[in-house]
């Protein structure tokens, strides 16, 4: 399988007309049960895209191919240059400034609108937070994540 990501994933750097040099790393995480897909480049920013959509474009992309090759769902996730671990570092920088404010004020505030994924890691890592709850609020791509005062 892992070969077989490897072939799918450079047909598609080759057609969107990647041709930084890149170097792919496939790992089978058994305990999830998910193929971790990392790519180191010399230039990420078109692999990564605004707010990560291209790396999700491209992990829903591979993630169809494999199902229609193996007729079994494959679950991947694909990373460039650790933009994952930062990005997520990110996400819990900007929640934290929202819980100082949210304390301070007593008022529920709202972070930007995010997708699914990135509103998940602001309520994992809120989840046990002593002062404030988190909610999602909003429909389709204008959907955020409300952190409010505990009662």
């Not at 819980?99 to 972070?111: D, F, G, K, M, Y």
């Not at 609108?113 to 988190?134: A, C, F, G, I, W």
Request: hydrophobic residues 35%; proline residues 5%; negative net charge.
């Amino acid at each position: 399988m892992e070969d077989k990501i490897r072939e799918l994933l450079s047909q598609f750097l080759t057609q969107l007309g990647y041709a930084s040099p890149y170097e792919v790393t496939v790992v089978f995480d058994s305990e999830n049960k998910i193929y971790q897909i990392t790519i180191n480049t010399s230039d990420p920013a078109i692999l990564v895209g605004y707010h990560g959509d291209t790396i999700s474009s491209l992990q829903l992309l591979l993630s169809q191919h494999l199902h229609s090759a193996t007729a079994e769902w494959t679950s991947v996730s694909i990373n460039v240059n650790d933009y994952r671990q930062r990005r997520e570092q990110a996400l819990q920088a900007m929640a934290d400034t929202i819980v100082s404010r949210v304390v301070s004020t007593h008022q529920p505030e709202a972070l930007p609108p995010l997708p699914s994924n990135e509103r998940r890691v602001v309520h994992v890592y809120l989840t046990d937070h002593p002062q404030v709850t988190t909610a999602s609020q909003g429909e389709g791509r204008f959907r955020t994540v409300v952190v409010s005062p505990k009662e």
